[in-house]
Each structure stands twice: as structure tokens, then as C-alpha cells.
């Protein structure tokens, strides 16, 4: 099996590949790999899955998003975290369907923050509920018996930096949520928003 992880040198990106090295190939792409993308530019998507060639998974690992009051986000800022953490993953299901084997898979990755908020944290909770929801609506179209599945986890108990902002949060250890990506790719659901609360 050859898995592909978007976004493996960050910090669920890192326990993700190294979890899914016990059960395939994997290769690990971010914007300073040696084969890199910038998720942001469909263009460069199209021309990492060229050199990736055909693929049985993708775990896509990314989504930066702006953390800001809603009384101080702009337009211009809504719509980076969009074009980033949604349009981004959508890009690599829409694009990748073409290098992803029969019957493999896509995984994406959302949050907690789609369904219980934290000031600052709209742009999060937007670009977290559109992928969730598309989730639901790809996994009943994609064609050649492709699934799709997106892990949406509580704050990290690795995120130090976030915890102060997620005062009472359950944090979850990294290795659950690689487990999560391994489940989604080594077993048969589709449709599924894994939420580790
Ligand atoms: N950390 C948490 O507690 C937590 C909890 C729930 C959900 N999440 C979500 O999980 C995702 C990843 O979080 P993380 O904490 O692992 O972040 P991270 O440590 O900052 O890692 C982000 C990864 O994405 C890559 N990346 C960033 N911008 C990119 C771009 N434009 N194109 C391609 N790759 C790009 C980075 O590598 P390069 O810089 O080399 O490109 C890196 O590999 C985010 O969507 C976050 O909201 C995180």
C-alpha cells in the first residue's frame, strides 16, 4: 500500500506517517519536502500528485487557519482560511481522485473547534464544518468505490502552545489521532467524521 500524508512534517502529520509506516509506503509532502505543494495553489496539488504518481490513500494533514476576534477579522482573512484548509483539501479529493487507486481512500482533517467554540476560533469552526459536511456529501459520489473520511480531534495534549486557550478541553494524545487516520485507511468505512472529543 502506498499512502500519501499532506502536511508530515508537522506535528499530527509526523505521527501520522510514522504510524501508517507499519502498514505501507509512505510519502510525506509539505511545502518544504523534496517533493513539495503548496495546498494553497491548485496548480502546485496537480503537479505534486504528477510526481507522486498513483496512490492507495490520502491523509491529508493540514489547514491553517487565522485565530482572531470576530470583531478584527477581515474579509481577506476569512477567505485565506478557507482557501487553505478547505479548498485545500477539497483540491487534493478533487484533483487526487484520478492518482488514488480503486477502492482507496481519502482522510482529511478538521477539529473540535466545528462543534464546540472558543473565541477567536470562528475561522476554525467555518472551514471545519465545511469540511465535515463535505465529507458526507463526497463519500456518497466518489466514484470506483473510493472513500472518504475526516478525523476532527479535541486540542493535543503535544499543542503546549494551545492548551492555555482551551481551558477544560480533553486533550488527546497524538497517537489516538494517527490511530484514527490508521483506522480510516486500513478499514472499510466511508463517510465517517471521527470526532475525538
Ligand atoms: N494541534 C492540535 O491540537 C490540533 C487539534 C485539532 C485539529 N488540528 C488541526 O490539524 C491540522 C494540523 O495541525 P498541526 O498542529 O499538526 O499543525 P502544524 O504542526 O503546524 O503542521 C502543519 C503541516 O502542514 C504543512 N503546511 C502548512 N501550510 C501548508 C501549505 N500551504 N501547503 C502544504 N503544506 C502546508 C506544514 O509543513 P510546511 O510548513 O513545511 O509546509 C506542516 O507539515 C490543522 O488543520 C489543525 O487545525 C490541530
Redesign the pocket.
Known amino acids: 500500500m502506498k499512502i500519501l500524508v499532506?502536511?508530515?512534517?508537522?506535528?499530527?502529520?509526523s505521527y501520522v506517517a510514522k504510524a501508517l509506516e507499519k502498514h505501507g509506503e509512505v510519502v510525506g509532502v509539505?511545502?518544504?519536502?523534496a517533493i513539495s505543494?503548496?495546498?494553497?495553489d491548485p496548480a502546485s496539488i496537480k503537479a505534486m500528485y504528477e510526481k507522486v504518481g498513483k496512490v492507495d490513500a490520502v491523509a491529508s494533514?493540514?489547514?491553517?487557519v487565522a485565530f482572531k476576534s470576530i470583531t478584527e477579522l477581515t474579509y481577506d482573512e476569512y477567505l485565506a482560511g478557507l482557501k487553505?484548509?478547505v479548498m485545500?483539501q477539497v483540491e487534493l479529493v478533487r484533483v487526487g481522485m484520478e492518482y488514488v487507486n480503486d477502492g482507496g481512500s481519502f482522510t482529511l482533517?478538521t477539529?473540535?473547534l466545528a462543534r464546540d467554540p472558543i473565541p477567536a476560533g470562528s475561522v476554525?469552526a467555518l472551514a471545519n464544518g465545511a469540511i465535515e459536511s463535505f465529507t458526507l456529501a463526497a463519500a456518497i459520489e466518489l466514484p470506483r468505490n473510493l472513500r472518504i473520511n475526516t478525523v476532527s480531534?479535541?486540542?493535543?495534549v503535544e499543542?503546549t502552545s494551545?492548551h492555555s486557550a482551551f481551558p477544560g478541553f480533553h486533550q488527546v494524545p497524538a497517537s489516538v489521532v494517527a490511530d484514527t487516520y490508521v483506522k480510516s485507511i486500513m478499514g472499510k468505512q466511508t463517510g465517517q467524521v471521527y470526532k475525538l472529543d
Open positions: 499532506v502536511g508530515s512534517t508537522g506535528l499530527i502529520g509539505s511545502r518544504s519536502t505543494v503548496d495546498v494553497k494533514c493540514i489547514g491553517k487553505d484548509k485545500g482533517m477539529g473540535i476554525a480531534p479535541n486540542v493535543l499543542a494551545y
